[in-house]
């Protein structure tokens, strides 16, 4: 990773106060460019998959300009390269991650989180920390998980969390990043699965893949909203 989590993503703009410490923070730069992007094209000359923790924007950054610059040695696209979180995301960000065709990992640390992201960033940013509405929108593969022990683990909250933007203690941040069950779905499972190359054999219930699936009490694409944070798993 190239950051810090909650109270140290590194950011273009300084934490809100009193977190920015009189607008001086930005948060937690922990491995410097230079020897970053040496060690990323070293990983790409040997024919390694990258993937780097990145929550803040000028963290993404910094990923960027290194695998880029391993780009240039030697193509990584199909290779699916990816960024770790990716919580806030800029628009001119986006081309350069296209043009890369990388896949994001995404997760629901603002179902837990939320109310400290506020304090720390803003409100504003707290709003838009995993915009999965629009990483989709923008034509990403993105695959969800909880990044367990960091977050709890359940596979549900993360769904829940991601069509309803719903929070523990902190209510509704960012609806406008909401996105469908069935997109929840695909994120959760098929998106998983191309992750790590393994789409041809998991991700989905089709003959010739493995019995990967779980059975869930409700019809999880129409049952209300809240039953999905509360279900349980009756079988895997």
Request: net charge neutral; proline share 8%; hydrophobic share 40%.
């Given at each position: 990773g190239v950051d810090g989590g909650f109270e140290g993503g590194w950011m273009r703009e300084p934490y809100a106060e009193p977190w920015g410490e009189g607008g001086t923070f930005f948060g937690v730069n922990t491995m410097k460019q230079a020897p970053y992007t040496e060690v990323v094209k070293e990983l790409n000359r040997l024919g390694w998959r990258v993937a780097t923790h990145a929550v803040g924007d000028a963290a993404i950054d910094e990923v960027l300009a290194a695998y880029e610059a391993a780009?240039?040695?030697?193509?990584?696209?199909?290779?699916?390269?990816?960024?770790?979180?990716?919580?806030?995301?800029?628009?001119?960000?986006?081309?350069?991650?296209k043009k890369l065709a990388l896949v994001i990992s995404a997760q629901d640390h603002l179902y837990l989180?939320?109310?400290?992201?506020?304090?720390?960033?803003?409100?504003?940013?707290?709003?838009?920390?995993t915009p999965m509405r629009t990483y989709i929108d923008q034509g990403f593969v993105v695959a969800g998980g909880t990044d367990s022990p960091v977050v709890p683990y359940p596979p549900l909250w993360v769904f829940y969390h991601f069509i309803t933007r719903d929070t523990i203690s902190g209510g509704v941040l960012g609806a406008g990043e909401k996105i469908t069950r069935k997109e929840a779905l695909q994120v959760q499972a098929i998106n998983n699965a191309y992750l790590t190359?393994?789409?041809?054999t998991k991700g989905s219930i089709e003959p010739g893949k493995f019995a990967d699936l779980v059975v869930l009490p409700e019809y999880i694409l129409t049952c209300p909203d809240k039953h999905i944070q509360e279900m349980r798993v009756d079988l895997t």
């Open positions: 780009d240039a040695e030697k193509s990584i696209v199909g290779r699916r390269w990816t960024i770790e979180h990716g919580f806030i995301p800029q628009a001119d960000q986006f081309p350069r991650m989180a939320g109310p400290s992201l506020v304090t720390y960033w803003g409100p504003a940013r707290a709003a838009r920390t190359f393994e789409e041809q």
